[in-house]
C-alpha cells in the first residue's frame, strides 16, 4: 500500500524508507515549520480527547486520525517542542483535499 | 522549595547526627594557618563548593566560605541514596565535608551574596543592600534550584495531595518517612513522570536536565524495594542513562525490580473521588492511547539555573545556565575577570561532576591569581 | 437668464454618472443576494419604525461620525467636516440654486458649479446672496480644515490620535489625491470668479480681492472651473474602485442592519456591503495587538476587507486571533468576526465524530451539570476550586465531562469547520438535556459563549462559573473574607467582549479584592485565542507578554481571569501570580473550608513570586 506520506507499507507492516518521497511532508513543513521538530513524546495524544493527536500525523499517513479532530488545542498546550499543532492539521487537511485527485 | 504537607505520608522523622553539618565540632581542623596574601571566595556550600574550598584551601589559598543556609552541604542534605551505587548521601557527605576543616578556610553561614561586581582587579560580594565581603577572585557554586513544578499546571502539584516531585520524595527516604495510599495501607502503584520543567517549551526550557532519568530509576528501585507488590511505571520520552553504573542501573529497575518503563511523556493527571490519581499518556512504541491510575504520582522536576541572577546582579534568573567564555576549555565568566564557575550553576551534573568542576575552578582560579600577581610584579 | 450650461459641466457629469450607474447596480445586487427570509425582513423593515431609526443613525454616523468622535475625537472632527461639511455645501448649493432658478429639477451640475453661474447679483432676489455666500464659505472653511487634518494623519498619523494609518494601494492613492484636491481646487475657481466680479464671502470674497490686486482674475476664471471639473470627474470615476465606495455604501449597510439583516452564510452579498462599507478608516489597526507584535503583516481588518473586497485571497487570514477588538472598535460597525469566520473554509474535519464521553451520560438526574470543558483540565486548579464551590453551596451536582472527553463544538467552528461543529452540538444539546438539570455551569468561556448562543436546551440555564459564583454570593449560598489584597482583572475576550459577561466578574471580584475592578467589554487579547490558528507560539507568547505588562502596571498582587486558556497563556510571562476567579473565590471561601493550607510563605493560594 503505498501512503499519501509516500511511504510503502507492506503487508508484513514493514515500512520501505528506500521508497519514501518526501514531497507531502516538505510542502506542509514550508507552511508549518515546527511540524519537524516532532519528537514523538506522545504528548498530545494522551491529552486529545479524541485520542488522537498530532503524533499520528507525523509518522505515517493515518488520515482518520485528523477527521476527528476537535480542533480543541489541548495538544498545542502540552506539546514540549511549541508545535503548532492546530495549524498542523488544517494543512495536512488542505493537502489532502489538493493531493486527493493528484496521487 | 517549601517543605510539603505531607497527609498520608507517615513521618518517622529522626535527627541525624552526621547532618549536623559544620556548626559541630566533631572534626579537627587541620593545616597551620600560613599567612596569605590573597583570598578567594567561595559561593555556596554543596558539593561543588566544598570541593572547591578543599582544593583551595590545599593549594594554600585563603578561603572565605559564604554559604545562604546554615549548614553546608547543598541539596546532599536532602538526599537518601546516591546512583548508582546507593551509597547513603550522608557518607558523600563526609567524605566531602572532611576537607572543608581547614585552617584557611573563614565559614561564613546564612550569608546569601546576591551580586558580585569586578573593580580594578578586586571583587565586591554583596548582600541584599549591603557589602558582605571582597576577594581577589570568586568561585560560584551556587548550585541550580528545582524546577518548580506548579508551573506545569496539569500534573496537579500543589493541587492534588498525591502528587510529589523527586525531591520531595528523596526527603521521604531521607527522613525515614513511610508513602502509604490513601487506606494508610502500602501503595499499589506509583508513576514516575520524566521531563518535568526539562525539554519543554511550554515553560521555556530547551534543555535536558540529565539527571531525572537516572533519579527516577534510582527512586523506582527504592520503592520496590520498600513495597514489594507496588507496580511502578515510569514515563519517559528518551531514556538518557549516561554515567558510570547508570545503563546498568536501568537494566537492574527492569530485569530484578520489574520497573515498567513506558515511551510516552504523560500530558495530564486529574483526581478520582478516592484521591487517586488518573493519569493520561500514550505508548508511543504502541501507537495507543493509555490510562492509567496510580497512588502516588511523582514528578522527576529538572534543574533551573541559579548564578544569573548573582551574575547579573539584578535578581533576575533567566532559563538557560550562564555559560563560561570558552566553556569547552574553562569555567571563566566572560566580562568578569576572576570570576569562575563550579558545579550545577554551570549547567546540570552529578555530583562527581560537580566535585570535579569545583576541584577544576579552584585551580583555575589559583591559575589567575599567579598570572594576576606575576604580572603586576 | 442665462443659459445654465458650460461645457466644462461634462466632465464632472460622466464621472458622476459612473458612480451613480455603479451604486444603483450594486444596491440592486446588495438587495438580490439577500436570503428570501432577509429580503422579508428588508420588506418590513421599510415600513416600520425601524426606517426613521436607519435615518437617524446615518446622519449621526455618515455625517457627523458620532462614534468616531466618542473613540479619538480629533479624528472624528477630520471625518465630521469632510462628510458633514461637504453634505452641507452640497444641500446649500442645491437650496440656493433653487431659489434663485425656481427649478427642482435642474440637472446636479448647476448646484456644484452654481457659483460659477451666479458669481453675483445677476439674479432676483439678489440681497439674499450675502447670506448664501458667506454659508457657503462657512462650510468650505470647515471642510478645509479637516483636509488639514486628513494630511497631517497621512504623514504624522500620531498627531490625529492614531499609531498607524492603513496602507494604501495605487488606485487609492490616485483617488486621495482628487479628494484632496477638491475643495482647494474649489477654493480657487470660486475665489476667482468672485474676484472676477468683486463678489463673494470671507473666504472667497477676499481671496477673491487679492487675486484682482496681483493680476486680472478674468481670463483665468474658465480655466479653473475646469480644473475643479476635472478634479470632481476623477474622483467620482475612481469611487467605485476604492475605499470611497464606502461613501454612498455605508448608510445602505446601516438600513439594512437596522432591518435585522446580519451576515451569514446564505445571504453572501450582505458580507459584501460590509465590505463596501469599510471605510478603510484605520481605527481597527491600533485596536489589533497584532500590529505590535507583527509589524508589516497587514492581518488587520482594514487590509482583511480591502483585500475581500478586491477578490484576493485575504493575507494571513489565519493568523488573526478573532478576538474582537477590531469589531467593537469599528465605527461602521462592519461585522468582522462573523465575516472571517465565513472565510475560514470547512475542510471536513471532526464530522462524523463518536465522542465515547457522550455515552453513558445518560439517566444521571440532577440539578447542576458543570461542565469544565476540555481545556480547564490542563488547568486542574480551576476544577478543584469548582469542586469545593458546589460542594460548599449544598448543590446537587454532576460533573458531565470529568473524562475530558467532551467538546463544546466551538474550537471546530473557530477553525471553520461549522458542520462538524453543528453536529457536536446536536449530540451534546441531547446529552445535557436528559440529565434533566434545570443549570449548566461552564469553566471555560469558550463553551459558554457557544452553548449561550447556539445551543437550544429550552428549561435550562447556561451560567459561567462567574456568573454562578456571583449567584451565589448574593444569595448567601457562600460567604468569602476579604482578601486585602488588589488584583487586576484579566477580561477574557469570549467572555466579556464575545458575550457581555462584564458585571458578575466585577461583583465577585470586587468583594474579593479592593480593587475598583469594573469590566468594560473592551478587554485585550492573551493571545492565547483559539482563533488564530496560524500563529506561532512565540507570537502569541509576544501578544501575551504585551498585554500582561499593560494589564499589570499598577502592580496588582494578583491577576484574576476567568478562562483556562487565559490562565495558561498568562502564566509563562507574568512574575505576578494569575488565578482564574474560580481559584480565589474557593481560595477565601469563610466557614467549614476543606481546602489544607498549601504553602507558607505565601500571600495569594501560596504561589509565591517565581520563587
Ligand atoms: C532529585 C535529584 C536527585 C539527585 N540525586 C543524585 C544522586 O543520587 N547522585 C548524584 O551524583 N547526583 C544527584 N543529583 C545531582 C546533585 O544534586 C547535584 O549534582 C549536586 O547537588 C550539585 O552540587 P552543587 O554544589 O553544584 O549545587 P547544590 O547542591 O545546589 O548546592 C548549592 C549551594 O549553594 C548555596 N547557595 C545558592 N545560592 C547562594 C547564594 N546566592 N549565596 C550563598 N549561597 C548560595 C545553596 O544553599 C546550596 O547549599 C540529584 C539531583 C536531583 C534533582
Ligand atoms: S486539537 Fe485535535 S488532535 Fe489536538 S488534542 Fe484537540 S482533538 Fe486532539
Ligand atoms: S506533543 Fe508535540 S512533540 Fe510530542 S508527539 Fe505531539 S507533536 Fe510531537
Ligand atoms: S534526564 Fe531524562 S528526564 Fe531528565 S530532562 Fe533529560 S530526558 Fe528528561
Ligand atoms: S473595518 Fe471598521 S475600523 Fe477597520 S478600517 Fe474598516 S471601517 Fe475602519
Ligand atoms: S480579531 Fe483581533 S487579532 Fe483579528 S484583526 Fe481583529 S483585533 Fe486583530
Same mark, same amino acid.
Not at chain 1, 31 to 39: E, F, I, Y
Not at chain 2, 180 to 186: E, F, H, K, T, Y
Not at chain 3, 326 to 350: H, N
Given at each position: 500500500m503505498?501512503?499519501?506520506?509516500g ?5 508484513n507492516?514493514?515500512i520501505?524508507?528506500d521508497?519514501?518521497?518526501?514531497r507531502?511532508a ?5 507552511v508549518v515549520?515546527?511540524?519537524k ?9 494522551g491529552t ?9 500525523l507525523?509518522?505515517?499517513?493515518y488520515?482518520?486520525?485528523l477527521t476527528?479532530c476537535?480542533m ?6 502540552v ?15 488542505n493537502?489532502?483535499r489538493?493531493y486527493g485527485?493528484a496521487v | 522549595?517549601?517543605?510539603r ?15 549536623a553539618?559544620?556548626?559541630s565540632d566533631a572534626?579537627?581542623?587541620?593545616g597551620?594557618?600560613?599567612?596569605v596574601?590573597v ?6 556550600? =554543596?558539593?561543588?563548593?566544598?570541593a572547591a574550598?578543599?582544593a ?7 578561603v572565605?566560605?559564604y554559604e ?6 547543598g541539596k546532599?542534605n536532602?538526599?537518601?541514596q ?6 547513603p548521601a550522608?557518607?558523600a ?6 576537607g572543608t576543616?581547614?585552617n584557611?578556610?573563614d565559614r561564613?553561614l ?7 561586581g ?6 565586591s560580594l554583596?548582600?541584599k543592600?549591603?557589602k558582605i565581603?571582597?576577594?581577589d577572585?570568586?568561585i560560584?557554586?551556587?548550585g541550580f ?8 499546571e496539569?500534573?496537579?502539584y ?5 502528587v510529589i516531585t523527586s ?7 531521607a527522613? =525515614?518517612d513511610?508513602l502509604?495510599?490513601?487506606n494508610?495501607s502500602?501503595p499499589a502503584?506509583?508513576?514516575?513522570v520524566?521531563c518535568?520543567? #526539562?525539554?519543554?517549551?511550554q515553560?521555556g526550557?530547551s534543555y ?5 532519568c537516572?533519579?527516577g530509576i534510582?527512586?523506582?528501585i527504592?520503592i +520496590? +524495594?520498600?513495597y514489594?507488590?507496588?507496580r511502578?511505571?515510569n514515563?519517559y520520552i528518551?531514556?538518557?542513562?549516561? =554515567?558510570?553504573?547508570y545503563?546498568?542501573l536501568?537494566?537492574?529497575a ?13 500530558s495530564?493527571a486529574?483526581e478520582d473521588?478516592?484521591?487517586r490519581?488518573?493519569?493520561?499518556a500514550e505508548?508511543t ?16 522536576? =529538572?534543574? #533551573?539555573? #541559579?548564578?544569573?541572577?548573582v ?6 534568573r ?5 555559560n563560561?567564555e ?16 563550579a558545579?550545577c550553576?554551570?549547567g ?16 583555575q ?8 600577581n606575576g604580572?603586576?610584579? | 437668464m442665462?443659459?445654465?450650461f ?8 460622466a464621472?458622476?454618472s ?11 445586487r $446588495?438587495?438580490a443576494?439577500?436570503s428570501?427570509?432577509?429580503?422579508s ?5 421599510v415600513?416600520s419604525?425601524?426606517? $426613521?431609526k436607519?435615518?437617524?443613525?446615518t446622519i449621526s454616523e455618515?455625517l ?9 475625537p480629533?479624528l472624528g472632527?477630520m ?7 461637504w453634505?452641507?455645501l452640497?444641500l446649500?448649493?442645491?437650496?440656493e440654486s433653487? $431659489?434663485?432658478?425656481?427649478d ?6 448647476v448646484?456644484?458649479f $452654481? ?5 453675483g ?5 439678489a440681497?439674499w446672496?450675502?447670506?448664501?455666500a458667506f454659508?457657503m464659505?462657512?462650510f468650505?472653511l ?9 494630511i497631517v494623519?497621512?504623514f ?7 499609531k ?6 495605487p ?17 480657487i475657481?470660486e475665489?476667482?470668479t ?8 470671507f473666504l472667497?470674497?477676499?481671496l477673491?480681492?487679492l487675486?484682482?490686486?496681483?493680476f486680472?482674475?478674468?481670463?483665468l ?5 475646469w480644473?475643479y471639473?476635472?478634479?470632481l470627474s476623477?474622483?467620482f ?5 476604492t ?9 445602505? !449597510?446601516?438600513?439594512l442592519?437596522?432591518f435585522?439583516?446580519?451576515?451569514s452564510?446564505?445571504?453572501p452579498?450582505?458580507?459584501?456591503l460590509?465590505?463596501?462599507?469599510c471605510?478603510s478608516?484605520?481605527?481597527?489597526l ?26 484576493a485571497n ?8 478573532l ?5 467593537s ?9 462573523p465575516?472571517?469566520q !465565513?472565510q475560514r ?8 465524530l463518536q ?6 451520560k445518560n439517566?444521571?438526574k440532577?440539578?447542576?451539570l458543570y ?8 488547568t486542574?486548579?480551576i476544577?478543584s476550586?469548582?469542586?469545593k464551590?458546589?460542594?460548599?453551596s449544598?448543590?446537587?451536582w454532576h ?7 467532551n467538546?463544546?463544538g ?8 461549522t ?9 451534546l444539546?441531547?446529552d445535557?438535556?436528559r440529565?434533566g438539570?434545570g ?19 429550552p428549561?435550562m440555564r447556561? !451560567?459561567?462559573h462567574?456568573q454562578y459564583i ?9 460567604k468569602?473574607?476579604p482578601s486585602?489584597?488588589s488584583?487586576?482583572?484579566?477580561e477574557?475576550c469570549?467572555?466579556?467582549r464575545?458575550?457581555?459577561i462584564?458585571v458578575?466578574?466585577g461583583?465577585?471580584i470586587?468583594?474579593l479584592?479592593?480593587s475598583?475592578?469594573?469590566?468594560s467589554g473592551e ?8 482563533g ?5 507560539p512565540?507570537?502569541?507568547k509576544?501578544v ?13 498582587d ?5 478562562c ?6 498568562f502564566?509563562?510571562?507574568t512574575?505576578i501570580?494569575?488565578q ?8 477565601y !471561601?469563610?466557614a ?5 493550607e498549601?504553602?507558607?510563605s ?6 509565591e513570586i517565581?520563587?
Amino acid at each position: 500500500m503505498k501512503t499519501k506520506f509516500g511511504f510503502d507499507i507492506h503487508d508484513n507492516r514493514q515500512i520501505d524508507l528506500d521508497l519514501e518521497d518526501t514531497r507531502f511532508a516538505d510542502e506542509v513543513a514550508v507552511v508549518v515549520k515546527s511540524w519537524k521538530a516532532c519528537m514523538k513524546c506522545g504528548a498530545c495524544v494522551g491529552t486529545c480527547p479524541v485520542g488522537k493527536g498530532v503524533l499520528n500525523l507525523t509518522g505515517i499517513n493515518y488520515q482518520p486520525a485528523l477527521t476527528t479532530c476537535l480542533m480543541c488545542g489541548k495538544c498545542l498546550l502540552v506539546c514540549p517542542r511549541g508545535i503548532n499543532t492546530r495549524h498542523l492539521i488544517l494543512e495536512v487537511m488542505n493537502k489532502y483535499r489538493e493531493y486527493g485527485k493528484a496521487v | 522549595m517549601m517543605p510539603r504537607e505531607k497527609p498520608y505520608i507517615k513521618s518517622n522523622r529522626q535527627e541525624i547526627p552526621a547532618f549536623a553539618g559544620m556548626t559541630s565540632d566533631a572534626q579537627p581542623v587541620t593545616g597551620n594557618r600560613q599567612p596569605v596574601t590573597v583570598r578567594v571566595a567561595v559561593v555556596g556550600g =554543596g558539593p561543588a563548593g566544598m570541593a572547591a574550598v578543599g582544593a583551595l584551601a590545599a593549594m594554600h589559598i585563603g578561603v572565605d566560605w559564604y554559604e545562604k543556609e546554615d549548614r553546608v552541604g547543598g541539596k546532599l542534605n536532602n538526599y537518601h541514596q546516591l546512583f548508582p551505587d546507593r551509597v547513603p548521601a550522608s557518607e558523600a557527605f563526609g567524605q566531602l565535608v572532611k576537607g572543608t576543616y581547614h585552617n584557611h578556610i573563614d565559614r561564613h553561614l546564612g550569608k546569601a551574596i546576591t551580586s558580585v561586581g569586578v573593580n580594578a582587579g578586586r571583587i565586591s560580594l554583596n548582600g541584599k543592600d549591603h557589602k558582605i565581603g571582597e576577594a581577589d577572585a570568586v568561585i560560584l557554586a551556587t548550585g541550580f534550584d528545582f524546577f518548580d513544578a506548579r508551573h506545569k499546571e496539569e500534573f496537579g502539584y500543589g493541587i492534588y495531595k498525591h502528587v510529589i516531585t523527586s525531591a520531595d520524595l528523596e526527603t521521604v527516604f531521607a527522613d =525515614g518517612d513511610k508513602l502509604l495510599n490513601v487506606n494508610g495501607s502500602a501503595p499499589a502503584s506509583v508513576a514516575f513522570v520524566h521531563c518535568v520543567g #526539562s525539554r519543554d517549551e511550554q515553560v521555556g526550557v530547551s534543555y535536558c536536565s540529565r539527571l531525572c532519568c537516572i533519579t527516577g530509576i534510582k527512586q523506582a528501585i527504592q520503592i +520496590r +524495594r520498600e513495597y514489594r507488590e507496588t507496580r511502578v511505571y515510569n514515563f519517559y520520552i528518551d531514556m538518557r542513562a549516561f =554515567g558510570r553504573g547508570y545503563e546498568e542501573l536501568y537494566r537492574e529497575a527492569q530485569e530484578n525490580h520489574g520497573v515498567r518503563f513506558i515511551r510516552g511523556r504523560v500530558s495530564e493527571a486529574s483526581e478520582d473521588e478516592q484521591g487517586r490519581i488518573r493519569v493520561k499518556a500514550e505508548d508511543t512504541l504502541m501507537s495507543r492511547p493509555i490510562k492509567l491510575t496510580v497512588d502516588w504520582l511523582v514528578l522527576l522536576i =529538572g534543574m #533551573s539555573p #541559579s548564578c544569573s541572577a548573582v551574575l547579573s546582579g539584578k535578581g533576575e534568573r533567566e532559563k538557560s545556565f550562564t555559560n563560561a567564555e570558552n566553556p569547552l576549555t574553562g569555567s571563566a565568566v566572560k566580562g568578569q575577570p576572576g570570576v569562575f564557575l563550579a558545579g550545577c550553576c554551570a549547567g546540570p551534573m552529578s555530583i562527581p561532576e560537580s566535585v570535579a568542576s569545583g576541584r577544576s575552578a579552584a585551580v583555575q582560579a589559583a591559575e589567575y591569581l599567579n598570572k594576576k600577581n606575576g604580572n603586576s610584579e | 437668464m442665462e443659459k445654465l450650461f458650460d461645457p466644462f459641466v461634462l466632465l464632472f457629469t460622466a464621472g458622476f454618472s459612473v458612480t451613480g450607474i455603479w451604486f444603483i447596480y450594486k444596491v440592486y445586487r $446588495w438587495l438580490a443576494g439577500l436570503s428570501s427570509a432577509d429580503r422579508s425582513l428588508v420588506f418590513h423593515g421599510v415600513f416600520s419604525a425601524r426606517l $426613521w431609526k436607519a435615518l437617524i443613525e446615518t446622519i449621526s454616523e455618515s455625517l457627523i461620525h458620532r462614534k468616531v468622535f466618542s473613540r479619538n475625537p480629533r479624528l472624528g472632527y477630520m471625518h465630521m467636516s469632510l462628510a458633514f461639511g461637504w453634505f452641507m455645501l452640497i444641500l446649500i448649493g442645491n437650496i440656493e440654486s433653487t $431659489w434663485y432658478t425656481g427649478d427642482l429639477f435642474k440637472p446636479i451640475y448647476v448646484s456644484v458649479f $452654481w457659483r460659477f453661474f451666479d458669481p453675483g447679483p445677476a439674479f432676483p432676489r439678489a440681497a439674499w446672496q450675502p447670506g448664501f455666500a458667506f454659508i457657503m464659505d462657512l462650510f468650505l472653511l470647515l471642510v478645509l480644515s479637516g483636509l488639514l487634518f486628513a494630511i497631517v494623519k497621512r504623514f504624522r498619523s500620531r498627531l490625529v490620535g492614531l499609531k498607524r494609518t492603513t496602507r494604501q494601494q495605487p488606485v487609492d492613492r490616485l483617488a486621495l489625491t482628487a479628494l484632496w484636491l477638491i475643495f482647494p481646487a474649489r477654493l480657487i475657481a470660486e475665489s476667482m470668479t468672485c474676484g472676477a466680479h468683486g463678489t463673494g464671502s470671507f473666504l472667497t470674497g477676499t481671496l477673491g480681492h487679492l487675486f484682482s490686486f496681483a493680476f486680472s482674475p478674468s481670463p483665468l476664471v474658465l480655466p479653473t472651473w475646469w480644473f475643479y471639473s476635472f478634479i470632481l470627474s476623477s474622483f467620482f470615476f475612481l469611487l467605485p474602485f476604492t475605499r470611497y465606495a464606502h461613501i454612498p455604501s455605508e448608510p445602505v !449597510l446601516i438600513f439594512l442592519r437596522r432591518f435585522g439583516v446580519r451576515v451569514s452564510i446564505e445571504s453572501p452579498s450582505f458580507t459584501d456591503l460590509n465590505l463596501h462599507a469599510c471605510s478603510s478608516c484605520g481605527i481597527c489597526l491600533d485596536a489589533c495587538q497584532l500590529s505590535e507584535v507583527m509589524p508589516g503583516k497587514q492581518v488587520q481588518s482594514n487590509y482583511f476587507n480591502r483585500a475581500l473586497r478586491n477578490g484576493a485571497n485575504p493575507p494571513h487570514q489565519w493568523d488573526c486571533l478573532l478576538c474582537g477588538r477590531c469589531g467593537s472598535a469599528c465605527p461602521v460597525g462592519v461585522e468582522l468576526i462573523p465575516i472571517r469566520q !465565513l472565510q475560514r473554509p470547512d475542510t471536513g474535519i471532526g464530522r462524523g465524530l463518536q465522542l465515547p464521553g457522550l455515552v453513558g451520560k445518560n439517566g444521571h438526574k440532577v440539578t447542576i451539570l458543570y461542565f469544565a470543558g476540555c481545556m480547564t483540565h490542563l488547568t486542574p486548579g480551576i476544577i478543584s476550586s469548582m469542586r469545593k464551590i458546589f460542594d460548599q453551596s449544598g448543590a446537587s451536582w454532576h460533573f458531565f465531562d470529568a473524562d475530558g472527553q467532551n467538546c463544546c463544538g466551538r474550537p471546530l467552528k473557530l477553525a471553520g469547520q461549522t458542520q462538524a461543529a453543528s453536529e457536536l452540538k446536536k449530540k451534546l444539546e441531547q446529552d445535557f438535556l436528559r440529565s434533566g438539570a434545570g443549570l449548566l455551569v461552564t469553566s471555560c468561556p469558550i463553551c459558554f459563549r457557544i452553548f449561550n448562543e447556539e445551543y437550544r436546551l429550552p428549561g435550562m440555564r447556561v !451560567l459561567h462559573h462567574s456568573q454562578y459564583i456571583s449567584e451565589l454570593l448574593e444569595w448567601k449560598r457562600i460567604k468569602v473574607g476579604p482578601s486585602g489584597l488588589s488584583a487586576a482583572y484579566h477580561e477574557p475576550c469570549e467572555l466579556g467582549r464575545g458575550s457581555g459577561i462584564l458585571v458578575e466578574p466585577g461583583l465577585v471580584i470586587r468583594s474579593l479584592f479592593h480593587s475598583d475592578v469594573t469590566p468594560s467589554g473592551e478587554g485585550l487579547c492573551c493571545g492565547g485565542s483559539l482563533g488564530g490558528v496560524a500563529l506561532e507560539p512565540e507570537v502569541r507568547k509576544a501578544v501575551a507578554r504585551g498585554a500582561a505588562e499593560q494589564l499589570t502596571v499598577n502592580h496588582p498582587d494578583v491577576l484574576i481571569t476567568a478562562c483556562p486558556l487565559c490562565k495558561k497563556t498568562f502564566k509563562p510571562v507574568t512574575s505576578i501570580p494569575v488565578q482564574d476567579i474560580a481559584e480565589a473565590t474557593a481560595h477565601y !471561601l469563610i466557614a467549614g473550608s476543606s481546602m489544607p493550607e498549601r504553602r507558607k510563605s505565601t500571600k495569594v493560594l501560596g504561589y509565591e513570586i517565581n520563587k
